[in-house]
């Protein structure tokens, strides 16, 4: 059994072993998180390349090599080397994750929904990485992005809801997390929520 975590990224510096379509992925979601990355791979993608190219990401263009992995916080092997993902496996010590082998693994990635601030992450602990996908797809169309954009207006009132005094900080924020706005958000009406929200910050200024 897994234990479930969000790790912050931000400034962090990983790296990744590989250079094909599956390790643009990896280093895409990592850019995403706000990482530092860096990839060791001898031959790499043209997605990657324009990356480099851009400064998003540096380039090691060679083969792993013992001793690449001294200051990284997380590494994510996505070669075509059993043999250099046994090695890494061996010899690092920090957060790793091997690309379909999750026996080398000592944390795995789930299969995510992004809605703005909304992350919800899907495992099935390795059984069916397939499953997992399935149910990723049914859920998304549960969350749509009017919950990105609702969550997004939350955050951006968050130090308004915190400076109210307690009482009416319990009653705005449980009637505006609701199992109603639930299911309005899932109606799309994300308008009329946002306005009621805002219209209700505005009296609780007052």
Partial sequence: MYYPVFINLKGKECVVIGGGKVAQRKINSLLKAGASVTVISPEVTEGIEKLVRSGKIKLIKRPYKKG?????????????SKEVHESIARNFRGLLNVVDEPELCNFIVPSVIRRGPLI???????????MAKAIRKE???????????????????RKKLLDLPLAKRKRIISRFSSRHILKALREKRAESIIKDLLDELSLMGR
């Fill in 120 to 130: 919800i992450a899907i495992s099935t602990s390795g059984a069916s990485p397939a």
């Fill in 139 to 157: 859920m998304e169309k549960l969350y749509t992005k009017e919950f990105g954009r609702y969550l997004q207006l939350l955050k951006k009132n």
């Fill in 68 to 80: 690449d992995l001294k200051k990284a916080f997380l590494v994510i092997a996505a070669s075509s």
